[in-house]
């Protein structure tokens, strides 16, 4: 069945070829776009199946083997992240749809919307299974550049502003990246992840220690790790809100999953294990108090945004298989979340006109439905149980203790710190927006776009729904996490894997 | 009305000429390398259509000869020169903008001939005015407006020499007769 | 007979070189940019067709002849339109010193023409 | 040959020298074209000339392309930049923009 | 028991469901459900446990568990939860629009109190205790329109979940110290280590949630909900939570050294000052919740103190309190909804006109004052009784009693008392509906106090797993100190009413209240964050990208000093022609760093680029450079076509004053990557895996070249990767160029009109006329195009055994277009190649990705490739890599970019620019010079 | 690997170069520093690899060849620099047409609460109305 492997890649990037081809069709190119994404999500859920009875599936691109040619290796985080993101892309495009942003009204320009959304998700299941490190850095460029066009789409004065603040940031990125490439090929000779373990063992620790930073360093900025992170809030906001919402999902989250894959398979020991941990806890604070600050439910978002990536650096920091199971746990709950409120959010300027507070009110009265559209991921992105937030930080707080040193215990404060203040922060938003009398801006009748309303919907359901499964879903993430840090079965697999 | 067979008679040489280039990329002369590339040349004439243009000209050997030999002597002979005036320190050298009224001004002779005249050192063509047939050239090392006649009449013993290497019979008639 | 190929080559090259040399001479020393146009764009034309000649002469394989030829070719075709765009681009920026123009007989013209 | 090939190197690293030295001065930015045209030949003439020290002909598709494309630059900036009044008018014509 | 809980989660659900269709009297149905949950208690009097698997990698499971405690619980929580939402059937006016959310946020939190008191899994108590903490917050802003109401709930929130959050912090250190979550089992193993710090943080989460000082302040405030609300939440069962885990934890943490000592003195400075501050208030439902604070420390003192006897009282208390505290909201709600005030300065005469009222509510202030026979007298007495020997908290206790009274008996005539030189204040009857539950609640306090013994029989387990002496409820304990007591505490209080009521005047407490420490914290919290954020976040994309190369250079210098690296050997140059090349490099890369103009900075990087090509011709790859060169000349053209519209120079810098800072920056960045670089190189000892390249890109990829070998099949992967980029940054280019739909569309129309047929000398058969564009080039670009796109089709096919391949001859092939627009504009572009470039891509990316695609369907693996062999008569042996096809799909998809980039930054922009020169249609950019 | 020391030097120069001019407001000035960053970052690449005859099997001996992973690395960055520079040159008309220039500006609500930082203010959100 490893067939079923690169199809994650494959079937949007055909999709893409078949909507460019269709410009000025928007019907038969939404019907590309669901079909070929619907089909991801089916793909990826075999994947995570397949992944979790039998192990980690490997394919050799054109049949050369590793590690001549590359390799894409779907094990189970691999596999786990597939579902997540492919399902995200789905519901974000039923929203867009819904939202006219998909077929050439309103703000909309041109046709290129669905071309360049299946060639970002593309590139992020590209990421999910790159075994390679050049294809992971092709990968990111797929999606990079994919982002630029949806988040400059429209060409308006704030987009192009943002835009420019983004592409900059990323393409220093890029170079980054390259570089760390670059270094790691001449001080090993090959890219191959698999073949790196034993080759980047044998180097001498200070510079595999040189290695490892610039790969963190190029990561770190993906995944807006304080303090690479000061670009997300200045460009995120102003993209449309399914553009948004798909970003905060999963790109940060595909800098996040390349941190876990080169930390653990590449450098394991925890060897920066401690600069992990402080970036973890300076990401947490410095990001919440960003939030406090803001006016704006997109940059206060946004903010929330950075600040809980340095959750998952605990986990990653901690190096043990609890703190990775959770990290991993808190990932799916982060992406699914976060886009869930970012599509909230579109919803609330679609129906309160705006998503600066100080021109919103009265919509618990004026749309109950978008009172719980928001209220019950924002309860969820606070760590308020029984939801998915606090299952993956109670199981960060556990691995903290676990550890028992003095930083983790620092983290373990700082992460519940951040937990109230991230409370504090939506609940202001709770209070202003939807609980004060309406603002006098405020439409009085403004309905909501069913798809809208039911794709933002069904993603506060499987928000919810985390919490029925956190049980399996931990296995899981409890496997995965046994994977990376048990690192030959990996090498074996990529080694084992023939035509 | 030589339209359509004039045109296809153009493809057919293009063709031709394009499978001619593509057998002197490849160095080979073999069959597959001919037929691949009069296929090539015609699905490349095909996808990218012609202009409406045609060269209603025929190619007189002898006149290439001709031409080819003045153009290698002018050619060494002015790189010599201005070389020459390159190394010469302390000179600073004169010039003068020429215009020249071409005999048979049309667009590929035009073309032609400023092309040739261009690569010959010391001549820069800064202007071509198509409606009139007139080329304006910069002229490297003009003294007078002697030496400024002297040019204007190599330039048009040029424009002849290529128009009897490359021109239709009515332009070869045109040329002979003498300049109004 | 290969060791005279190879010193005509030898021969070919260096002139060339020198040409390309003094394509450099030029364009530092002429005064204004038609002069160094002059200098700049012409010996090189018949330098580099030296050069070609002479690696011609030393690789001496019908493929490599062939491809030669055709650089030579397109180089033949291609320098002089960029000398003409970049000749007439200066001129019409008024880059063309007229104290050291003995005529200038596009001046009167020059509304009129068309391209 | 290897006298030769340092003579023909030197010379062309000098005329190389010759023309990024107008690349930096100008002062117009016709002249950096012409003085970059001259970089350019010279490249051809290093390559066609190390082609022929080598006798590799792995080069020559290089020396193809730069005969039959090279001039596109140049003819690109004198075609824009230098033209009459549209495309001159610079900062007269730019909008003047909020800040 | 799961089911009762689910049974409350259902319930909610269908709330405003219910609500909606047979309006009020749903809650009737609607409080079966918390009287569900008394009744299983009643069946249930002993221990049940039910265990149902959550999360056991976290240890976190549906572990419920019920004993005499949570029993008891699980009574006032269930029966006044039922009581009070009957109630609520007649407080509410019918078609109320907020009812069915108030209904189902109620029962909400009645599921979460219950499964609050039920569980043994103390992560799932986290989880319940937070969940009230929510439902509360909701209620709390029932009625959101004022600002007061909003921050109430705010605080409450943040207060308590700030608590929670610690005790969370506590239960993790318990739970992980002991191996286990369960209650049941931590509490009969030996305590772990850190169980005073755990000890210390769990308290820390219980006061905070039964407003224990110094958390008290958020009580009163939370009177913003409605009154059942209140009457439920901070009265009878939330408020109870953080007391009843003092009393769940106590029996095994009470021997940690703060335990005891936080609990009685924050206990006992609440019930003074929650006391003393209700004499103070006018409104009626304020002074109960002082007194709610007030007798929560009361609670808090008697769980505390850790004996049998003070524990036993406790309990007894618990329960008095919330029948009587619920009593009295409830009957503050009756005379609220019917007088429509509640500040005792405008009642008057209310005991006249509703007696049966008047008479529930004293049975209710005097179970609180501790009357006999009342279930307050039966606590207060044996509370009394374990303090005997502990003279300095009996004298807190007699105090507090004694404001207790004094405060109930304000209470009393506040509310019922004819006041002189009042009109009697008008109000219908309380019917019964209202009057009733409040009756009830009165009633059963009446019955505990006559049932104690049976209670204390019900609480003995309970009671017996603490140490120390052990008391009785009785209603009866005999001539002692304890009666004497109550003798003083009934005088003292009916003293102090009177002397109150005579014109003394209470001072305001000077302690410092809590309330202005939380709006100090807050506001600190406040600050804190933006100052953070106003030196972190800059908004500057050169602060931004400075902060990353700050990094870059921090980490690369602390890890190449730690690498301990020395220089092991050097070489100048592989051959000196790299030094030529690298001079011209660096000195173009360091005046184009340094120009003014625009142009000239784009000449000398091309320069630069230019030199690197040439490089790459040194190091042996001449695939690097043929694509260098072109993608240099590709750049120009498209920075030109770009810069023609802006201006010449680049703006005045505004950031001359950090010109030295950005300079350091930039050469510690080049040095460390350079440090770096020769660092990585050296540390070299394997061979790359490369050498395995040459043998099967011949045998397998059937072509000489490895390079392009490799692009086309060996990492074809990549390759299908890189070109979805070109796809989608040409789109982006488009996207950015045409921004609307209408745009494309004319652009789409235009591109397809068929080239001019026919020559015709007259209109010339170029396009041309425009005074910048020139006969000379037009001609050589259509003598050269043909030729070129040949060419392009020569690299793309010899590509696999020479330099060359798809995107060098996509390359070639798009320069071959944009000769033609330099020579004619878009017309000529559009004469040229009259297709979309999207259909180009496209086309392109469905041919490479298929191809990929194609082989899978054969069985293959994704982008396998075949070698084809025939020998075809006369015509010779063909050899073919299926391969070619994926570089076709590649060089369409370059041609495709090459087009989009002539189409948009080439013909776009000089259509919007002659309309911007001609037109008096104002476009967009005159308008924003209007603006 | 014995290190090749022209391009070390001309990494570092690349690199400080770009680095200088990717810290200026003009974003066409920005873009020409990421050209240089990306020359400097091919280079480094090829520094990894050795140098030798290209890599065409039977033009060389394969023991003297080039390595060609560096090549293919480099190939496909140079190409997709290609088309981020397209994008970005759209991006800086785009920013021009719009804003009269192609400046970097700076983010107004990060200006906005760094003056409340300056003014000692808070964030002026509170639930006050
Ligand atoms: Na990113
Ligand atoms: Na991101």
């Given at each position: 069945m490893t067939w079923l492997v690169p199809l994650p890649v494959v079937m949007p990037l055909i999709g893409a070829a078949l909507t460019l081809m269709m410009a000025g069709r928007p019907r038969a190119q939404r019907t590309v776009s669901l079909t070929v994404l619907t089909a991801t999500v089916l793909v990826s859920a075999a994947l995570l199946g397949l992944t979790t009875t039998g192990g980690s599936m490997v394919v050799t691109v054109g049949g050369w083997a590793a590690p001549l040619g590359i390799v894409l290796v779907a094990d189970q985080l691999a596999a786990l992240m597939l579902v997540v993101s492919s399902t995200m892309t789905v519901c974000v495009l039923v929203y867009s749809i819904g939202q006219g942003m998909a077929d050439g009204h309103e703000e909309t320009p041109l046709s290129v919307y669905h071309p360049t959304y299946l060639v970002l998700t593309a590139g992020v299941t590209n990421a999910f299974l790159a075994g390679d490190l050049f294809n992971l850095y092709v990968g990111f460029e797929i999606l990079l550049v994919a982002s630029y066009v949806l988040l400059t789409l429209g060409g308006t004065e704030n987009r192009i502003r943002a835009g420019i603040t983004y592409v900059v940031v990323s393409l220093l990125s890029s170079v980054i990246f390259l570089t760390a490439i670059g270094l790691v090929y001449a001080a090993t000779g090959t890219l191959t992840m698999a073949h790196l373990v034993e080759r980047l063992d044998a180097l001498p620790d200070g510079l595999r220690l040189m290695l490892q930073g610039m790969l963190l360093l190029a990561f770190g900025i993906k995944a807006a790790v304080?303090?690479?992170?000061?670009?997300l809030p200045d460009s995120y906001p102003t993209a449309p809100a399914p553009v948004t919402a798909v970003f905060a999902g999963l790109l940060t989250k595909v800098g996040v999953y390349a941190i876990i894959r080169t930390e653990t398979l590449l450098f394991p020991g925890g060897r920066a294990a401690v600069v992990l941990l402080i970036l973890a806890l300076l990401t947490m604070v410095v990001g919440i108090l960003g939030a406090v600050a803001q006016s704006d439910i997109k940059r206060l978002l946004s903010f929330t945004l950075v600040s809980h990536i340095g959750f998952l650096l605990f986990g990653v920091g901690l190096t043990t298989r609890l703190g990775l199971s959770s990290a991993i746990f808190y990932v799916v709950h982060h992406i699914t979340i976060q886009t869930t409120l970012f599509l909230a959010t579109g919803l609330i300027e679609k129906r309160g006109g705006s998503t600066a507070l100080d021109r919103l009110g009265g919509l618990a009265r004026l749309s109950p439905v978008l009172a719980v559209l928001f209220l019950v991921p924002a309860l969820n992105l606070a760590g308020i149980p029984p939801f998915s937030g606090f299952i993956g930080k109670l199981g960060l707080v556990q691995a903290g203790a676990a550890d028992g040193g003095v930083l983790a215990w620092l983290l373990i404060a700082g992460g519940l710190a951040t937990s109230l203040l991230t409370l504090y922060a939506v609940a202001r938003v709770w209070n202003l927006a939807f609980w004060r009398v309406p603002h006098a801006s405020t439409p009085a009748r403004s309905p909501l776009p069913p798809l809208m309303v039911g794709s933002t919907l069904a993603l506060v359901a499987l928000g919810v729904g985390l919490t029925a499964v956190a049980g399996p879903l931990f296995e899981i993430g409890d496997q995965a996490a046994g994977g990376l840090l048990e690192r030959s079965g990996y090498v074996e697999a990529v080694f084992g894997a023939t035509r | 009305m030589r339209g359509l067979r004039g045109r296809w008679r153009d493809r057919a040489v293009a063709a031709a000429g394009l499978t001619v280039i593509w057998a002197l990329l490849w160095g080979s002369f073999t069959p597959l390398t001919m037929l691949g590339g009069a296929l090539v040349a015609v699905v490349v004439l095909t996808v990218f259509p012609l202009p409406p243009v045609t060269y209603a000209g025929r190619v007189h050997p002898l006149g290439v000869l001709r031409f080819a030999w003045r153009f290698v002597r002018d050619l060494v002979v002015a790189s010599a020169q201005v070389s020459a005036l390159a190394f010469r320190f302390g000179h600073v050298p004169r010039s003068a903008v020429i215009a020249v009224p071409l005999r048979v001004p049309s667009d590929l002779g035009l073309t032609l001939t400023a092309e040739a005249l261009s690569l010959v050192p010391g001549s820069l063509i800064v202007e071509a005015d198509r409606e009139s047939g007139v080329l304006y050239v910069h002229v490297l090392g003009v003294r007078d407006a002697a030496g400024a006649e002297r040019f204007r009449r190599d330039v048009l013993d040029l424009e002849r020499r290529i128009v009897h290497a490359f021109g239709s019979p009515a332009e070869r008639r045109a040329i002979k007769e003498p300049p109004t | 007979m290969s060791a005279v190929l190879d010193v005509v080559a030898a021969a070919c090259l260096v002139a060339g070189a020198i040409l390309s040399l003094s394509a450099g001479v030029g364009l530092v020393r002429f005064p204004d940019l038609l002069s160094r146009m002059h200098a700049a764009t012409k010996p090189q034309v018949l330098g580099l067709l030296l050069v070609l000649l002479g690696c011609g002469l030393r690789l001496r394989d019908v493929v490599d002849v062939t491809t030669l030829i055709l650089v030579a070719v397109f180089q033949m075709a291609t320098a002089p339109v960029a000398a003409h765009m970049i000749g007439r681009a200066g001129y019409r920026a008024g880059m063309a010193r007229t104290d050291l123009l003995v005529t200038d007989e596009l001046a009167p013209a020059g509304d009129r023409v068309s391209g | 040959m290897t006298v030769i090939a340092v003579l023909v190197t030197s010379l062309l690293a000098l005329g190389a020298g010759l023309a990024l030295i107008r690349v930096v001065r100008g002062p117009s930015i016709l002249d950096r074209v012409v003085a970059t045209d001259v970089l350019l030949a010279v490249v051809v003439m290093a390559i066609a000339a190390e082609a022929a020290f080598s006798r590799d002909a792995t080069g020559l598709p290089i020396l193809v392309v730069l005969s039959i494309l090279g001039f596109t630059g140049a003819v690109s900036v004198a075609r824009f930049t230098a033209a009459p009044a549209p495309a001159r008018a610079d900062e007269t014509t730019a909008p003047r923009g909020r800040r | 028991m799961l089911a009762i809980l689910l049974l409350h989660a259902l319930a909610a659900l269908i709330a405003p469901v219910l609500i909606r269709f047979i309006g009020n009297r749903a809650l009737y149905l609607l409080a079966l459900v918390p009287a569900s949950a008394a009744g299983w208690a009643v069946l249930n009097p002993g221990s049940v446990a039910a265990t149902y698997r959550w999360v056991p990698h976290l240890d976190m499971d549906l572990a419920l568990r019920s004993g005499p405690l949570p029993w008891l619980m699980l009574l006032i929580v269930g029966g006044v939860g039922a009581v009070v939402l009957a109630y609520c059937a007649s407080y509410f006016p019918p078609g109320d629009p907020g009812l069915g959310r108030f209904a189902a946020v109620f029962l909400g939190f009645a599921g979460a109190m219950t499964g609050l008191v039920l569980s043994d899994d103390l992560l799932l108590l986290y989880v319940f205790w937070e969940l009230t903490t929510v439902f509360s917050y909701l209620l709390i802003g029932h009625k959101p329109e004022q600002a007061a109401g909003r921050r109430a709930a705010m605080q409450a929130l943040v207060v308590t979940t700030a608590g929670g959050l610690a005790m969370l912090a506590g239960f993790v250190i318990l739970g992980h110290g002991a191996g286990t979550y369960r209650w049941s089992e931590i509490a009969e193993s030996p305590l772990p280590a850190g169980s005073t710090t755990a000890a210390v943080l769990i308290l820390a989460g219980a006061l905070s949630k039964s407003a224990?000082?110094?958390?008290?302040?958020w009580l009163p405030a939370a009177m913003a909900a409605p009154t059942p609300a209140s009457a439920y939440l901070h009265a009878a069962s939330m408020v109870k939570a953080g007391v009843f885990l003092v009393g769940l934890l106590g029996p095994a943490l009470a021997v940690t050294p703060a335990w005891q000592p936080v609990t009685v003195a924050a206990g006992a400075v609440t019930l003074l000052l929650g006391g003393w501050a209700a004499l103070r208030q006018h409104d009626l439902k304020l002074l109960l919740a002082y007194g709610t604070v007030s007798q929560l420390g009361l609670l808090t003192v008697a769980f505390g103190a850790g004996s049998r006897a003070a524990a036993l009282a406790g309990v007894a208390l618990l329960l008095a309190h919330a029948l009587f505290k619920a009593t009295l909201f409830l009957v503050v709600g009756v005379v609220d909804k019917l007088t429509g005030t509640r500040d005792l300065r405008e009642l008057s005469g209310l005991g006249r006109r509703m007696p049966a009222l008047a008479v529930v509510a004293g049975l209710a202030v005097a179970s609180m004052a501790g009357v006999p026979p009342l279930a307050g007298f039966v606590g207060k007495e044996t509370l009394f009784a374990a303090f005997e020997h502990d003279p300095l908290i009996l004298a807190a206790l007699l105090a507090g009693s004694v404001l207790t009274v004094a405060y109930g008996l304000r209470f009393l005539w506040g509310t019922f008392a004819t006041k002189p030189a009042m009109d009697t204040t008008a109000a219908p009857r309380p019917p019964l509906a209202l009057a009733g539950p409040a009756a009830v609640l009165a009633l059963a306090g009446l019955a505990v106090g006559v049932g104690a013994p049976a209670l204390d029989r019900a609480l003995t387990p309970y009671v017996n797993l603490w140490t120390g002496t052990t008391g009785h409820l009785a209603l009866w304990h005999g001539l002692g100190l304890p009666v004497l007591l109550s003798v003083v505490v009934l005088l003292g209080g009916a003293g102090i009413f009177v002397a109150q009521h005579r014109g003394l005047r209470v001072p305001e407490q000077r302690l410092p209240t809590a309330d202005g420490v939380y709006r100090r914290v807050m506001a600190a919290i406040d600050r804190a964050a933006v100052e953070v954020t106003g030196a972190t976040q800059r908004g500057s994309l050169p602060f931004s990208l400075g902060a990353i190369l700050l990094v870059l250079v921090m980490m690369g210098a602390t890890t190449l000093l730690l690498s301990g690296f020395r220089p092991g050997g050097i070489r100048l140059w592989d051959t000196p022609l790299q030094l030529v090349a690298g001079v011209v490099v660096v000195a173009a890369a360091l005046i184009a760093a340094r120009a003014r103009r625009r142009l000239t900075a784009m000449i000398l990087v091309g320069v630069c680029g230019y030199g690197v090509a040439v490089l790459f011709v040194l190091h042996g790859a001449p695939d690097l450079a043929l694509t260098q060169f072109l993608v240099e000349t590709v750049t120009i053209v498209m920075f030109v076509l770009v810069l023609r519209r802006l201006p010449r120079r680049f703006s005045e810098r505004p950031l001359r004053g950090t010109r030295w800072i950005r300079m350091a920056v930039a050469v510690a960045t080049g040095a460390v990557t350079s440090a770096m670089a020769y660092v990585a190189v050296s540390g070299r000892l394997a061979v790359p895996v490369s050498v395995g390249f040459p043998g099967p890109a011949v045998a397998f990829g059937g072509g000489h070249n490895v390079v392009n070998v490799a692009l086309v099949d060996i990492r074809a992967w990549d390759t299908m990767g890189e070109i979805s980029v070109l796809v989608v940054a040409a789109t982006g280019v488009a996207s950015l160029i045409y921004q609307r739909s209408a745009a494309l569309q004319r652009r789409r129309a235009e591109q397809t009109v068929p080239a001019r047929t026919g020559p015709s000398r007259q209109a010339g058969w170029l396009l041309a006329g425009e005074s910048h564009e020139s006969i000379i080039l037009q001609v050589v670009a259509r003598l050269l195009f043909h030729t070129i796109v040949l060419f392009s089709v020569y690299l793309l096919f010899s590509g696999h055994n020479a330099p060359g391949g798809g995107f060098a001859g996509g390359l070639v092939a798009g320069l071959a277009l944009t000769i033609r627009y330099l020579a004619g504009g878009r017309r000529e572009l559009n004469a040229a190649a009259p297709v979309d470039a999207g259909l180009v891509l496209g086309t392109g990316l469905l041919i490479a990705v298929g191809t990929g695609a194609a082989a899978l369907v054969a069985g293959g693996q994704v982008l396998q490739s075949a070698l084809v062999d025939v020998t075809l008569p006369l015509i010779g042996h063909v050899h073919f890599a299926t391969s070619a096809c994926f570089d076709v799909g590649v060089y369409l998809i370059v041609v495709g970019l090459v087009l989009e980039i002539l189409r948009s930054l080439g013909g776009e922009l000089d259509r919007q620019h002659a309309a911007a020169e001609t037109s008096d249609a104002p476009t967009e950019r005159r308008e924003k010079e209007l603006v | 690997m014995t290190p090749n020391l022209v391009y070390v030097v001309i990494v570092g120069v690349l690199f400080a170069a770009g680095v200088a001019m990717l810290l200026e407001r003009s974003l066409t000035r920005v873009l020409m520093g990421m050209i240089l960053l990306g020359n400097g970052v091919n280079l480094l690449i090829l520094l990894g690899g050795k140098a030798g005859a290209p890599p065409i099997v039977g033009a060389a001996n394969e023991a003297d060849m080039a390595d060609p992973l560096p090549q293919i690395m480099i190939l496909t960055a140079i190409v997709i620099t290609l088309g981020m520079t397209a994008f970005l040159l759209a991006l800086a008309y785009r920013s021009w047409a719009v804003d009269g220039h192609d400046e970097v500006q700076d983010d107004v609500e990060d200006r906005r609460i760094m003056r409340l930082a300056e003014t000692d203010q808070g964030s002026g959100t509170e639930d006050d109305r």
């Open positions: 304080f303090p690479l992170s000061s670009w | - | - | - | 224990v000082f110094p958390f008290s302040f | -």
